[in-house]
């Protein structure tokens, strides 16, 4: 018979994510648990209940309300991500990451077309997806006049409208904690890079800032080095580094709180395939 009374370890199992995730979802969400001492007890019924009760529903919701809410942002985003981090960001990845013209490389979650512009001067092909309309039309705009090799692209980071094995670099610039379920953009990362490709992510570290959720549309907040080196590995990334990029990220609400937070930078390699020898 089942057990019905579970602890951390089993809960994860059984919701399959790990045991850093589930502690990260008891203190963000309405997960339910109790705390008896210093050990969490579930209830197997209740955290089935709770899985079937409507979330689903609730992320397409949270995919809806974060793509209207880039949709409105993008004529005044340029101006809000200079405040938040300049131009600093994009030199110090293209400083730590060698990108040469004759790579094909990606821009996930292009936004306004940042990281875009720098790797234009730098690889052979950039494509550029978003999936606001409204961010990718202002990237466009921007874009296609001076650099002829970008090519923009409307898609979701989850399912990318991109062949498998075609790109050398995938970048994505603060997109993760936009993304209800990053494993599944890690997976689809992975599949589109060339065996011996490389993925490099640039984002938050794990912050306190709860009111990034409600006035920035952000569902994490932030990420922890460890857990984001295991979500890479267990994506099928080798060679996974995490470490701090160098800057941070400011940004005010509109009550005037202010928020610093960290950036960082993981990185990794598509295994190469194996030969038949
Ligand atoms: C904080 S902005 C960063 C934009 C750009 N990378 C930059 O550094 O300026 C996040 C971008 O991710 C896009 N985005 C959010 N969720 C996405 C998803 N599920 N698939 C593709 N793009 C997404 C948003 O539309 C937005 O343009």
Redesign the pocket.
Known sequence: MEKEVLNLEEASALLGVSSKTLLKMLREEEVPARKIGREWRFSRSALLEWLAGGNSQEYVTA?KV??EY?DRLAPEYDAT?VKCYGSDLRNLVLDKVRVDKKMVVAD?????G??TRGLAKKAKTVVA????PE?LSIAQRGIREKEENVRFLLG???RLPLAADSIDLLFA???LH??IDPGEALREFARVLKPGGGVVITDVEEHPHQWLKKEKSDIWLGFDREELAEWLQESGFTAVEVAELGCDCCTTSGSGREARIKSLIATGRKPEQKTNA
């Open positions: 995919e974060v793509r880039f991500r996930i979650g292009c936004g306004t940042y990281l997806v978003d999936n606001s961010m979701e980071a989850g610039n603060m997109l936009h993304l």
